[in-house]
C-alpha cells in the first residue's frame, strides 16, 4: 500500500466540501465585511473621478492660455458663428435663401411677361406679330 497519493481522500479538506456543492460556513460578519468592501469601493471611485475632473481642469486651463495666446477658438464657439453666419445673409450676395422672397416678386409675374411679349413683339416682323397677337 502506498503511504499518501494527492487523489487520496484524506488530503482533503472542509473547503473542498464547498467547492463540491457543501454546505458553507456562515460568517456572522460576512455582510457587515461585504458592506464595508462596497463603502471602500465607491469611496475609490469618487476619489478617482475626483482626480480626474481635477486632472481635466488643469488640461483646459492650459488649453485656453493656449487658445489666448494664439487667437484660436473652441470648436462650439467656431461651430456656433458658422451657423450664426449661414443664418445671417450677407450683403451683396449672390445667393438667396430660398423661403425669401423679395418685395413686389410672384404676385406682378403676369404683369412681367406681358410688358415683355410686347417688348419682343415690336422687333418682330408684320406677319409674326399678328400670328402672336391671336
Given at each position: ?8 481522500p484524506a488530503g482533503?479538506t ?6 463540491l456543492?457543501g454546505?458553507?460556513e456562515k460568517d456572522?460578519?460576512?455582510q457587515?465585511?461585504e458592506d464595508?468592501?462596497?463603502e ?6 469618487d476619489?478617482r ?6 486632472m481635466?481642469?488643469?488640461?483646459e ?8 495666446k ?9 461651430e456656433a458663428e ?7 445673409p450677407?450683403e451683396?450676395?449672390l445667393t438667396?435663401?430660398k423661403?425669401?422672397i ?5 404676385d406682378?409675374?403676369?404683369?412681367e ?8 413683339l ?13
Amino acid at each position: 500500500m502506498q503511504p499518501f497519493s494527492p487523489h487520496s481522500p484524506a488530503g482533503a479538506t472542509k473547503d473542498m466540501g464547498k467547492m463540491l456543492g457543501g454546505e458553507e460556513e456562515k460568517d456572522p460578519d460576512a455582510q457587515k465585511k461585504e458592506d464595508e468592501r462596497q463603502e471602500a469601493l465607491r469611496q475609490q471611485e469618487d476619489e478617482r473621478k475626483a482626480k480626474h475632473a481635477r486632472m481635466e481642469a488643469e488640461r483646459e486651463k492650459v488649453r485656453q492660455q493656449i487658445r489666448d495666446k494664439y487667437g484660436l477658438k473652441k470648436k462650439e464657439e467656431k461651430e456656433a458663428e458658422e451657423k450664426a453666419a449661414l443664418e445671417q445673409p450677407c450683403e451683396g450676395s449672390l445667393t438667396r435663401p430660398k423661403k425669401a422672397i423679395p418685395a413686389g416678386c410672384g404676385d406682378d409675374e403676369d404683369e412681367e411677361e406681358e410688358s415683355i411679349l410686347d417688348t419682343v413683339l415690336k422687333y418682330l416682323p408684320g406677319p409674326l406679330q399678328d400670328m402672336f397677337k391671336k
